[in-house]
Each structure stands twice: as C-alpha cells, then as structure tokens.
C-alpha cells in the first residue's frame, strides 16, 4: 500500500519474513520514496498515531505478558489495514504500542 506493491514484493525488498525490525522498515520506505522516521515512537497514555505510519502490535497472554515479536500494521489517511490478516479477521489480545510516523508517500 505504502508503496504500492504487493506484499510478496515487500517481503522481497526487506529480504526475510521474520522479526523485522524498524530499521530494516524505514530503510525500504526511504530507499523506495517514502519519506518516513527512522524510529519508532511509543504511543502515550491517552494520545493516538500520526494518519499516515506504520502501528507496531505487541500481542499478550491471559496475565497481559508480552508474546512473541509483534506484528506490523499500516495507518493511511487514518484507517488502518493489515497487509498479513489473522484467518478470521481478528487479532486476539493485541495492543498497538507505537508508530513510525510517514512523513511524505512516494
């Protein structure tokens, strides 16, 4: 979306599917003509998100323990969507935690 590929292309240009880090993010977007942050700013208590970046999502067990590495979602012009969606539509016990503003599309 944010570059207008799919995310096969994506996956391609970051070069793995596991474990992306913010650096290896904001380095394709501004490589590929996405102005963007080149780190990654936690939401605060009661604030919201830029219109335009990238949402990171941390998941959490029952006792609201962190799991795993997180997810990565896109915030464009104030809606969000979810380039990899969970099978039924939902992520469960997930909390999006903090964002990459974008700062200029390609």
Do not use: Q
């Not at 942050?37 to 936690?42: F, P, Q, S, W």
């Not at 969507?81 to 997930?94: E, H, I, K, R, S």
């Amino acid at each position: 979306m944010i570059l207008g590929i799919k995310l096969a292309e994506a996956i391609k240009l970051v070069g793995h599917t596991r474990g992306t880090r913010t650096a290896e993010l904001t380095r394709v977007l501004n490589r590929n003509g996405c102005k963007c942050a080149n780190k990654l700013t936690r939401i605060e208590k009661d604030k919201g998100y830029p219109k335009r970046s990238l949402l990171k999502m941390n998941f959490y067990d029952d006792d609201n323990k962190k799991i795993g590495t997180g997810h990565w979602v896109i915030c464009w012009d104030g809606k969000v969507y979810d380039p990899d969606p969970p099978p039924l539509g939902v992520w469960p016990n997930c909390k999006i935690t903090a964002y990459v503003e974008i700062e200029k599309d390609g």
